[in-house]
């Protein structure tokens, strides 16, 4: 493999050199009818060695390292549950928050003061996963302070959005006894569409400052791009997004009135226009071809088979360890610690199936974007830019396991793959014969 890349660049740069740039341009030109000589595995290894051994070295152990975190997060839930329910701190919060009166209130301050407390233990992995590590990588540009602040906001909507929706789930066991977990994954669906539709317009403006784009070549391209694509949007936004990284990323999001395309600004800062379209016509497809709602459905069938798992799992463990953990049953909001371990744990096994639903909306919207924007190589130079924090060339089963996108290479031979296959004289361009009427 390695000798044969060799000789592949080495022809590459001998042909280059040969041929000036433009020159090769119009000579692809006029070639109309004869196919033209590009090698997709070729220009992708190209794009790929642009990425200095060092830089690629410190993704990959970035990217790497986060599989052994998330076993490290699963065996810190794990931890958790077991100072919740056998260290008695379960007991402690319950007696607090039973001093209310009303079923429903008690239960509410129980769910909030587990979230505090859950919170606080895991403080320390989540301080160092979310500041240190991200400093030690360079790919944060948060202060202390800054960090902190942000991290006492997500505690503070997860508390106030997350505890009426457990509140709920637990009338539903009240009410409903054996078909609860029913209940409880529609409970589930209509919080997760809740979410998707409020965030752009209340939780996103918590973080960063949204403002409109200014006009110019790039609003106009980005309009234009929309247009041609059926997105029915007046307004592109850029939002702040330096303040936390160096990550670049746009979103096309809202439903109805309140749709609007947002681009950050590390994208507008550290991008060329035609990469800037190339990702916007990422962005269009995910919007065209409605992915919020499909990830909603499969979230939905992957949260039914949870719960169905969770009724199962809850009812066997309180049977055996009931009396000693003092849970009457599953309607006694003691077992929340309980539920929620088993949620961890069911994510963290179900990680590579929502994986593959996330990253095969991702190559849909990929070829997507490359027939929108018409920009492979581009699409190819920001794909490279992504590489500062994501592996490049991953081995197949670590892409199939552990990507929720392409992984790099993979979005780079299509890009590229693309190109061959639009390249003037390629016969779809130059043979009318074979195209046909829609
Ligand atoms: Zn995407």
Redesign the pocket.
Known sequence: MRVKSFIGVLALLILTNLFPQDAVCNRMDTLKTEPVQFDPDLATRQYIDQLSADKKERSDAYFEGGYWLMILDMAAEIAIAFVFLSLGLSLWIKKIAFKAKKKNVQNLIYIALYSLFAYLLLFPLTLYEGFFREHAYDLSNLTFGGWFREEMIYLLLQIVLMSPVFMLIYIAIRKTRENWWKWATGIGIIFFAVMLFISPVFIEPLFNKYVPLEEGPIKEEILSLARANGVPVDNVYRFNASKQSTRISANVSGIGSTIRIALNDNLLNQCTLPEIKAVMG??IG?YVMKHSFKLLIGFGLILFMGFALFNWAMKKAIGRWGARWKISGIDDIGGLPLLMVLFSLFFFLTGPLQNNLSRSF?LE?DYYGLNAAREPDAFASVTMKLSEYRKISPGRWEEIIFYD?PSGKTRIYNAMRWKAENLPGTPCQGDTSLTHTP
């Open positions: 990422h962005e995910h991702e919207t996108h």
